[in-house]
């Protein structure tokens, strides 16, 4: 399985972007989008379940919106009111109950205020 993740790039504070993850492989339990910026941990931004339930983190929650196409095996991240901690290198994944996580390459959002 592999995710190609893209959509990220430079942005000014309080615009937007529309992240977006393909995935080879399909019938996932959730897939979602995690973050890191430099020196801190990667974080969980937002997750969706096969049956469309979803999950933000609060920093991001009323601002982001996560969805996705099962027929086109790609999730999405709406991203709307960025601000300059939004900054970071963001991930996509995909989980299997039962085996390893996928992970995609980064794709980088900077959002300069």
């Known amino acids: 399985v592999q995710l190609q993740a893209s959509g990220g790039g430079l942005v000014q504070a309080g615009g937007s972007l529309r992240l977006s993850c393909v995935a080879s492989g399909s019938n996932f339990n959730f897939m979602g989008w995690h973050r890191q910026a430099p020196g801190k941990q990667r974080e969980l931004v937002a997750l969706?379940?096969?049956?469309?339930?979803?999950n933000y983190a609060d920093s991001v929650k009323g601002r982001f919106t996560i969805s996705r196409d099962n027929a086109k095996r790609t999730v999405y991240l709406q991203m709307n009111s960025l601000k300059p901690e939004d900054t970071a290198t963001y991930y996509c994944?995909?989980?299997?109950?039962?085996?390893?996580?996928?992970w995609g390459q980064g794709t980088q959002v900077t959002v300069s205020s």
């Open positions: 994944y995909a989980v299997k109950i039962g085996v390893p996580d996928y």
């Open positions: 969706i379940t096969s049956g469309g339930d979803t």
